[in-house]
């Protein structure tokens, strides 16, 4: 059975005891996004030629310039790994930032790539994640709710909800906060 904004909609009534609600994309975009970014979970690859050094970041991949988002990125036969903006700009070593929307690689010239990363899935009316995640993407929607109508105590209540329900899920599932942002101190 699939997640759908309907089901999450009345859920989300029932919990919040707003039985008003009639329109949630806004709380449920902010919700499948922060999903999208704590769970790491949805997968897509893209494949292309390149041009000049640089790929277009895909439209679904994770917001912002995040190497979190990438999961790997294979040039020719070649499995790059992520540098900083300095080692990019000296161009001595091989590797790839995201910066603007657009990951810079080295070696630059035009070469086959396949780039694997994480979906950001942002649109309401298409819920990509699998069932075990409604509990915790219902828990994210009543904190976003709450919080929009200024009720901070049950949005940090439903949010710490939302993480207990994620630390509960497998690791294979998830990726734990602390490890997450370890891995993104990676400059």
């Known amino acids: 059975m699939a997640i759908t904004k309907a089901v999450l909609l009345t859920r989300s009534k029932q919990v919040t005891g707003r039985t008003e609600l009639t329109d949630i994309d806004e709380e449920l975009t902010e919700s499948l996004i922060q999903l999208s970014k704590d769970t790491l979970v949805l997968k897509a690859t893209e ?11 895909p439209s679904d991949m994770l917001s912002g310039d995040d190497i979190a988002g990438i999961d790997a990125l294979q040039v020719n036969n070649d499995v790059l790994d992520p540098i900083s903006l300095k080692e990019w700009r000296e161009g001595k070593i091989e590797g790839y930032v995201i910066r603007n929307g657009i990951i810079l690689v080295i070696p630059s010239s035009s070469k086959s790539y396949s780039l694997y990363y994480v979906k950001e899935n942002s649109d309401p009316d298409s819920i990509e994640f699998a069932d075990e995640y409604k509990l915790a993407l219902l828990y ?3 904190s976003k709710i709450y919080e929009n109508n200024e009720l901070e105590e049950n949005a940090v209540l439903y949010g710490q909800k939302y993480q207990r329900e994620l630390d509960d899920l497998t690791p294979a599932l ?9 891995s993104n101190l990676r400059i």
Do not use: F, Q, V
Not at 47 to 57: A, C, E, L, V, W
Not at 174 to 182: H, K, V
């Open 174 to 182: 998830y990726l734990g906060s602390e490890i997450r942002e370890r």
């Open 140 to 142: 994210m929607l009543c």
């Open 47 to 57: 494949t292309g030629t390149m041009s000049s050094g640089s790929i277009t970041k």
